[in-house]
């Protein structure tokens, strides 16, 4: 087992709130980590953290040692930590003017890439990675991203986001927009993502938590309650307040 | 507190399978009241429960396979549905020992009654409170009285093999008595697999709230605090 992502006493605030309060988590290299908990326990703020997302708010600020591959991101440009680690929002964000073909190189020629043969390489495996090339490769410099289906413009985001290799993809509830067939897509996408890089997803969806990750934390007020296995967590989770929030007996 | 409903549910579950249980542990009683008086009409009565036993069974089944298929119920929860299906399958094999037992009574019977070397009564009174316990155990989610039960299993069992013993001798010294004797050899038998039921019964319960598996003579002690 290989730590990809390893997170030492992290601290988040929104201006004077503290809304992470010393989080602990070694995130294991090329499998799927859930992050789950009621609204405004912190989970979002702490994903956000992992790619220094969270510091674009200008209000707000973090502290703290979040290790990738054994590089502190805040030793590093943030532009390469995002190159590094990828983000997938709730809602897909493809850019609406550009064509499906732009928006996965966008990232790409943002890095200076300019090679076209490179570009049409890296543009189809992505979107093959992605499980969209099928449903596009027609149509990739006909159609923009934002003519697409919800679940494929989602595909798309995440193709985008692969285009740069990243060895962390940051899922920030990548589905709870999508029917229950672009879900289950993007979950058989999930399976396969993490042979090859490491995904940490927040999820409202503790069936989706337990169908795709292979560990899970528990978050609430700004708190990593528990973090273990997800057949631990969610069969025999070890603090009560996991298991009432599991349970539904609260949140 | 939410999935109020769901919760609801659950206590619907739990209601309707301590009723089954009310069914098999009356069952036992009848039987063993049946043999101690050598009442046809108690064994009657005993063959004539076993259908709404079989019933319940069925329809505990299918209200927990409902709840795990519309609530996927999660942690504390889906372990009590699961140790639901697996008591109720104990409780309806309860229902069948008491029937194999007025089935033996019934063929003694029809002979005269023996003095047999074998206190049926008295490990019938242990068993019995064995059946209890577990249920004790499963009504109040208490694991100490579910290990009790585990704990009362290896005093049933060797009664069961004194049993074995006194008859085998008793059988050999008396042909005479041999077919009452075989006939009691059963009920203790089934007795016997009364108890084991209970004792499963037991290790649900403690899986149901330790989230601890102690089948097979894994410890109780790994079933933590």
């Not at chain 1, 502190?72 to 964000?93: H, L, S, T």
């Not at chain 1, 890296?122 to 992605?130: F, R, T």
């Not at chain 2, 009310?22 to 101690?36: I, K, P, R």
């Not at chain 2, 007025?102 to 019938?124: C, F, G, K, T, Y």
Request: net charge negative.
């Amino acid at each position: 087992m290989t730590t990809a992502v390893e997170v030492r006493d992290l601290k988040a605030w929104f201006g004077k709130t503290e809304a992470l309060h010393g989080i602990n988590m070694s995130v294991e290299a090329r499998h799927a980590t859930a992050v789950i908990g009621p609204s405004g326990c912190g989970k979002s703020t702490f994903i956000r953290c992992l790619n220094r997302m969270h510091e674009t708010n200008p209000e707000a600020k973090a502290q703290g040692k979040v290790e990738v591959g054994g590089t502190d991101i805040y030793e590093m440009p943030a532009v390469d930590v995002r190159r590094r680690v990828g983000m997938v929002f709730q809602k897909p964000n493809p850019f609406p003017s550009m064509t499906i073909y732009d928006n996965v190189a966008a990232g790409l020629k943002l890095n200076g890439t300019r090679n076209r043969r490179t570009l049409d390489e890296v543009v189809e495996h992505s979107l093959q990675q992605a499980a969209l090339w099928d449903e596009v490769k027609d149509v990739l410099k006909k159609k923009s991203g934002a003519s697409l289906s919800g679940g494929q413009q989602q595909r798309l985001c995440i193709a985008r986001a692969l285009a740069v290799k990243p060895e962390v993809m940051l899922m920030d509830e990548p589905a709870s927009a999508l029917d229950p067939i672009s879900t289950a897509k993007i979950e058989d996408l999930i399976f396969e993502l993490k042979q090859k890089l490491t995904i940490v997803i927040v999820t409202h969806n503790m069936q989706q938590a337990s169908r795709v990750a292979e560990f899970t934390g528990f978050f609430l007020m700004g708190n990593l309650i528990e973090f273990d296995k997800t057949e631990k967590i969610f069969t025999n989770p070890s603090d009560k307040r996991t298991e009432d929030y599991i349970t539904g007996r609260f949140g | 507190m939410t999935r109020i409903r769901f919760h609801q549910e659950l206590d619907e579950l739990k209601h309707r399978i301590l009723a089954m249980a009310g069914l098999a542990e009356q069952a036992v009683d009848l039987a063993v009241q049946a043999y101690s008086q050598r009442d046809a009409v108690l064994c009657e009565r005993v063959l004539a429960s076993e259908a709404g036993i079989n019933r319940a069974e069925r329809e505990v089944d299918e209200f927990a396979i409902d709840l795990l298929a519309m609530q996927q119920p999660m942690a504390i929860d889906l372990r009590f549905i699961l140790a639901v299906i697996k008591i109720n399958a104990d409780l309806e094999r309860v229902g069948d020992q008491a029937v194999n037992i007025v089935q033996r009574v019934m063929n003694m019977l029809e002979l005269p009654p023996s003095e047999l070397p074998v206190d049926i009564p008295a490990m019938a009174t242990r068993v019995r409170a064995m059946v209890r316990d577990a249920l004790r155990s499963f009504i109040e989610g208490d694991p100490e009285v579910a290990k009790h039960v585990l704990e009362a299993d290896d005093e049933i069992d060797r009664m069961n093999h004194e049993a074995f013993a006194a008859l085998s001798r008793y059988m050999q010294s008396q042909p005479d008595g041999a077919v009452q004797a075989l006939d009691a050899l059963s009920i203790a038998r089934n007795l016997e697999r009364v108890a084991d039921h209970a004792t499963n019964i037991a290790e649900d319960v403690i899986f149901w709230i330790r989230g601890a598996d102690v089948r097979h003579g894994a410890g109780y002690s790994s079933a933590g605090s």
